[in-house]
Every structure is written in C-alpha cells, then in structure tokens.
C-alpha cells in the first residue's frame, strides 16, 4: 500500500510539471487527423495567438477556472465577439479533457469558468423583390451564375454543397447532397463531407427541375462544340 501511495504520488507531481503550452501542442498534434484543415487552422490561430501567450507558461494542474475567465474577459476586451471566445472556450475545454484522458489533471477548469453567451443572430432574408434583383443580376454575369443562385434560394444549400453536386447526384425529383467543396491555402480546392458530416436528400419542385435540366443540356451541348463544360468561376 505505501508503495502504491508513493508511485501515486510521484505520478502526480510528474504530471503537475507538464506546461499548457507543450501539452496543447501534443493534443493538437494528437486531433489534427480527425480534423479537417480549415478547422485546424483555425484551432492554432487561437492557440497561437491567445491561449500560449496568456496560459502557455502555467503548469497544467494549476490552471483554475479564475485563469479562463481572465482569459475571456480579455478576449472580450480586445473586441473578440462571443461566439469567437466561446470558441476558444471549447478549444480549452476539449484539451483539458484529454489532460484528464492522460493523467495530467484530476478535472476540467473550463467546466467551472464562465465564458460569454451568444445571442443568436437575427437572420433577415431578402425580400421578393430583392432576391429577383439578385437572380437577374447573376443571369446578366453568367447563365450558370443565374442557376447557382436560384438554386440556392430554394433549396437553401451551403454554396460548397451547390459546388460538390455531380450529375449523378441529381435525379428526377430532386438532389442527393453527400459532400461539399472546401478551399484552404495548403491543400486547394477539394471535396470534403458536409458541415454535417450526414447525407441528405432535397427535393426539387418543377422550377428547380428546369433549372437542372437546363443546365444539363446546355453542357451536353458544349460537349459536343467541344467549348468549356462550365462558366466562369470567382
């Protein structure tokens, strides 16, 4: 028994000497393979930038709750807008439960700190007369510009999932949306899984038919010109 004690209590203080700036570091390096670029990207910009600078010297073990919420409140201070702090909120937090994971901390600061609330936003969608507006505009830069949008506004696709449909993901009554195009400087343009990571069919009423058949046989017909298959991109 005293043996277990003393190996349990070395432990501890091993693990008590780990900073957050090594162990977040090895944790990222650790989740990167089951995230997506953008989204790692995203994750060292606020390690980088915000959590080393302010926490990265502290021990592991003797970050507190008191610690984030400082954190935060600088954030805030600084102009950062709540959904970005809680987002750094939620970086923390899924750190520290790997550094339970691990052994390197007895429980989570970030369950007790008490990041911002985010009021959600007030989506004004455009009215009839502006959305018409939009569409013609679009169909006066490009034909398949015009399409682009209209489908947009009745389907109420994510523009990366609008970009990813292949012929075959569109049948007679509607689309079958499984993937997204996603850009990130390292990697290019690529095709990724939904936001959602979920499948989804959407189906299409008359208008939204004609707009893919129309777009179907106007490429068949550029095809056989042997003219490019698609319009100008941006």
């Known amino acids: 028994m005293q043996k277990l004690l003393s190996e349990a209590q070395h432990s501890r203080a091993r693990d008590s000497s780990v900073l957050v700036e090594s162990a977040i570091r090895e944790w990222i390096a650790l989740v990167s393979q089951n995230l997506s670029p953008t989204t790692v990207r995203g994750y060292m910009g606020w390690i980088d930038l915000k959590i080393v600078p302010a926490l990265g010297m502290l021990p592991l073990a003797d970050v507190t709750a008191a610690h984030l919420d400082r ?3 600088d954030l805030t201070v600084q102009g950062s807008a709540p959904a970005s702090v809680r987002q750094v909120h939620a970086i923390i937090r899924r750190f520290f439960n790997q550094g339970m994971k691990w052994g390197w901390v007895e429980s989570n600061p970030a369950l007790l700190a008490s990041p911002p609330k985010v009021t959600p936003a007030r989506v004004v969608a455009p009215t ?18 015009g399409a682009f949008f209209m489908l947009g506004a009745l389907t109420g696709m994510r523009r990366g999932e ?3 449909l292949h012929w ?66 941006s």
């Open 128 to 145: 009839v007369e502006q959305l018409i507006s939009i569409l013609e505009e679009a169909k006066a830069v490009h034909p398949q510009w």
């Open 71 to 73: 954190l935060y409140r």
């Open 162 to 164: 609008l970009c990813a």
């Open 168 to 233: 075959d993901d569109c049948g007679d009554t509607g689309v079958m949306v499984t993937k997204s195009v996603i850009y990130t400087p390292a990697g290019g343009t690529r095709e990724a899984p939904t936001k959602t990571h979920q499948a989804r069919y959407v189906a299409l009423d008359s208008v939204g038919q004609a707009i893919i058949e129309g777009r179907k046989d106007e490429t068949t017909r550029k095809v056989r010109r042997n003219e490019p298959a698609m319009g100008p991109t």
